[in-house]
């Protein structure tokens, strides 16, 4: 078995865990018409609940987003511009139970399906009976008494009482005895005709096949097939062919059980199409995520990689511990110690936290982990979520240093208009509106209670109370 072999065969076994496992709200939408439709929400929105709102499959985001139309807006521009991006908005979370700024991230998948991410916060570092003997493949059909098939009485009371279609059948494949038809057929109809012609065309060269392989080896088989219905429908069936054997250990017959399993069949196909939109969403997700056990990366798709401006094969090449070098020198010691703790299942490990990450080219960049013990392969392991926030924290501080001009650009003209409205008053002496002016300056200064005047003006001094000589 190949390194990634593995890891890819449990995460398409296991992708609905990992989607569920994500720690940000996290919903699919597929665009139909003007609106979109929930097709799936993971465990987290079920529970933390936007808005306090009632979340449900198949609710249109232009009902749930009724009263926050921005996040209907930007799915929208989502799907038509065909980009993914990251917004701040106001929300109040059930589990928060506070309004607060969340971060949602839409990232858009081909051809109809976005996904938002909704982030939560900033850390600060932040067997028993004859069916189940059916259901049991091991099950060999032993050398049948005689007696009790010449007793045909109790025999055909068992066969009709039997859940399944049982059979017997000749070499040929030619119906000897069935205990009861699907809606439609015959019974008496149905005795001394080829079993193989109830079963689609594509199937009946296999049904053969399986029915000489009984007869030959007397071991018994199972299969599955698409089995003709008496109006030309079709539906799954299970075939489970066992030999009976004379006292010599010859194979005189064969008894066929035929069990429908339409409803088997359609919830595999179901749970198979979630499997492939989980993959999707692991694959194509707008969160890097990586699988650590032992130290050793198990899984990592591609976003992550491209965060780092490496390749999926080259991190699942790195030997134990090599992930250390994509980490700041000043970080490592945390990351390395909440990257045990998960691994171990430890209770006191921080989920949610930020690094700084070191490029292949050797840029820095600022990440935000999200992380949670989970179960791979029978042994614990390090479940986590990254999402590049550099841009995001780039812009914050320009937002940050520019409310902070903004505040002393106000303190600087509240100090002018004080001024002026003492100099508007004529009747004020040159002694009063200096003792004003070094009382109005230091509110005026980035620092004010570290800010102190003196002004000396026709040989008399003017300075503020806690005015000191240095």
Known sequence: MSKTGAPSNWIEKNSKHIFDSIPMLSFVWKQIENDFILIKCNKTAQEQRINDLEIHKGVKASE????????FSDLSICASQKKSFAKGIELKLKAKNQRGMYYCYYNFISPNIVILHVNTGMSSHQFNSIKEAEKDETIKFKKVDNSFLRNAGKFEKLLNEAPDIIFNVDRDGKILFINRVPQGYNIKKVIGTNCSNYLHQEYRELAKKKLQGVFNTGESDVYEALALGAQGEHFWVSIRLGAIKDDCDNVISVLLILR????????EDKLRESEEIFRTLTEQSFLGITIIQDNLIKYVNKKMAVMFGLTVDEIMNWPPGELLKVIHPDDKKFVWEQLKKKQLGESDATTQYQFRGIKNNGEIIWVEVFSKTINYEGKSADFVTLLDITERLYFEKIIKDSELALRERVKELSCLY??????????????????????LLPPAFQFPEKTCVRINFRQKEYKSIDFKQT
Not at 418 to 439: P, T
């Open 64 to 71: 749930l987003f009724a009263e926050i139309p921005e996040i």
């Open 260 to 267: 429908d399993i339409s409803e088997k069949k359609q919830a």
């Open 418 to 439: 004080d001024l002026s409205r003492i100099i508007d008053r004529q009747n004020k002496s040159i002694d009063e509106f200096m003792s004003h002016l070094v009382s």
